[in-house]
T-cell receptor
């Protein structure tokens, strides 16, 4: 049982490049979310999903796309990277609506130059 | 919109008791959660209050008052390892975080 696995752990991108941050969980959790964390800003919700095939926007969705084709995977796509997207990205999951605690991955540290 | 307010920093000494307050303004509110984060690592879930009142888990307790849109996390018998960032989060259809409180425990 690996929990929530995020890859890569570190990434440097050039402005304008695109990439996908991977998130996978092996706990059969229905709910999955993506957050970004900037210094002094706490965790801000980018996109979330309440089940396979269902996604919705969070607080800061612009510049990011998600899809949820399987229960296990919830990739986050950066369409055209900008320096403002330099951040630490966390993926999180929870079993269902009655399970209140999210399990977080260890994060992806992204730098856009 | 949704917003949660908590102090940015709190300092306390080992063995003491500290309370971290959180006020919230949010729609579709189910309850208030608390998370701990050490040195930018993965946040870990501490507690959840879906009903008014106090929930106790070992040295940590959490309180919620829906009528006051207010909650707090109480840490007792502070240890050096409790030095971390603590986040309150509003649980609705999605989980929205406050900006976090950095707790420093001094010897």
């Amino acid at each position: 049982n690996a929990g929530v696995t995020q890859t890569p752990k570190f990434q440097v991108l050039k402005t304008g490049q695109s990439m996908t941050l991977q998130c996978a969980q092996d706990m059969n959790h229905e709910y999955m979310s993506w957050y970004r964390q900037d210094p002094g800003m706490g965790l801000r919700l980018i996109h979330y999903s309440v089940g396979a095939g269902i996604t919705d926007q969070g607080e800061v969705p612009n510049g990011y796309n998600v899809s949820r084709s399987t229960t296990e995977d919830f990739p986050l796509r950066l369409l055209s990277a900008a320096p403002s997207q330099t951040s630490v990205y966390f993926c999180a999951s929870r079993r269902d609506r009655q399970d209140y605690g999210y399990t977080f991955g260890s994060g992806t540290r992204l730098t856009v130059v | 919109g949704q917003s949660l307010e908590q102090p940015s920093e709190v300092t306390a000494v080992e063995g003491a008791i500290v309370q971290i307050n959180c006020t919230y303004q949010t729609s579709g509110f189910y309850g208030l959660s608390w998370y701990q984060q050490h040195d930018g690592g993965a946040p870990t879930f501490l507690s959840y209050n879906g009903l008014d009142g106090l929930e106790e888990t070992g040295r940590f307790s959490s309180f919620l008052s829906r009528s006051d849109s207010y909650g707090y996390l109480l840490l007792q018998e502070l240890q050096m390892k409790d030095s971390a960032s603590y986040f309150c989060a509003a649980q609705g259809g999605k989980l929205i975080f406050g900006q976090g409180t950095e707790l420093s425990v001094k010897p």
